[in-house]
Every structure is written in structure tokens, then in C-alpha cells.
């Protein structure tokens, strides 16, 4: 069986909770929908360092965390600094965003052996945080880690 978190699920949870926990601070949709851009281009980014590091470009489909959504190619603070940076909201608000993302995924994987996050891709539980099956829209394309080659001149060619 599988779950599925849809980002507008995710959106609403921010804002209920967000308002509860920081009343009086404005929270405006536009913020909150920038928390799961800066959560994505984390995911992103982690694939891409993946890839360069392990020199498999276009070869990764999913991404093993050391917990929740942090891995070892970027920690749970880079992931909060980006969210924080995406969304305008302070580093509190984006760490309780990012909780808010881990404890529905946690809650989903109790009842289901899959939570698919649109457009993410598919969550399983891992030995330590989430595993990430990677949709395609998530995975690197080698064309982009490739280099244009020079071509000889013709003045070098003789």
C-alpha cells in the first residue's frame, strides 16, 4: 500500500501549525509554498553532490539519508539555511517546516510501506531517515555534467 503526500497537504499542515506555534508572524502562502522549493532544490542539490562525487552521472535514482532528508551530501542545516533562504522565513520557522515535511512522511510510513511526494518521488523508511526513490524529474542527466570539447583549430591542425 501506498501513501501519498500531495504539496498542497504539506502547505495547509505549515499553516496550521506554523500560526499555532509563531501567532502573529503574517504567514503568507507564498512563503510557504517557497519551504518545499528550498526542500526540493536541497533534494536536488544532494543528488547532484551524489553524482559528482561518485562520478555516476545520470545513474542516480535514489538518495539514502543519515536522517530525515539530510544525507551525507548535505546536512539537516544546509537544508533548513536553504529553505530559510527560498521561503524569507527565519531559521526557527524553516526548521519547524522541516519537521512538520519529516513527522508527515513518519506518520505516512507507519501505515504504508510507500509514501510517494509529488514531485519528488517515493519515500520508504531507510536504516536511518528516508529513503528516497527519485522520480525522473529528480534524477541528474549525465548531458549536463558534460563538458563541450574543444575543437582544434585550424591553424594547430596544420
Given at each position: 500500500?501506498?501513501?501519498v503526500i500531495y504539496p498542497k497537504q504539506l502547505i495547509l499542515e505549515f499553516c496550521g501549525r506554523l500560526n499555532k506555534r509563531f501567532p502573529g508572524e503574517g504567514i503568507i502562502y507564498e512563503e510557504l509554498d517557497a519551504v518545499l522549493t528550498g526542500l526540493y532544490n536541497s533534494i536536488r542539490w544532494s543528488v547532484l553532490r551524489r553524482a559528482e562525487s561518485e562520478q555516476e552521472l545520470g545513474n542516480i535514482t535514489e538518495l539514502p539519508p543519515t536522517e530525515?532528508?539530510?544525507?551525507k551530501w548535505m546536512e539537516r542545516s544546509e537544508i533548513i539555511e536553504r529553505i530559510g533562504d527560498t521561503s524569507g522565513l527565519d531559521d526557527k520557522m524553516a526548521e519547524a517546516c522541516l519537521d512538520i515535511v519529516e513527522q508527515?512522511?513518519?506518520?505516512?510510513?507507519?501505515?504504508a510501506a510507500t509514501v510517494a511526494l509529488p514531485p519528488m518521488g517515493r519515500i520508504t523508511k531507510g536504516r536511518v531517515g528516508f529513503m528516497i526513490e527519485l522520480s525522473e524529474a529528480f534524477q541528474p542527466q549525465a548531458s549536463i555534467f558534460q563538458r563541450p570539447v574543444a575543437k582544434a583549430s585550424a591553424s594547430a591542425t596544420g
Open positions: 500500500m501506498e501513501s530525515g532528508f539530510a544525507s508527515m512522511v513518519e506518520r505516512s510510513l507507519a501505515e
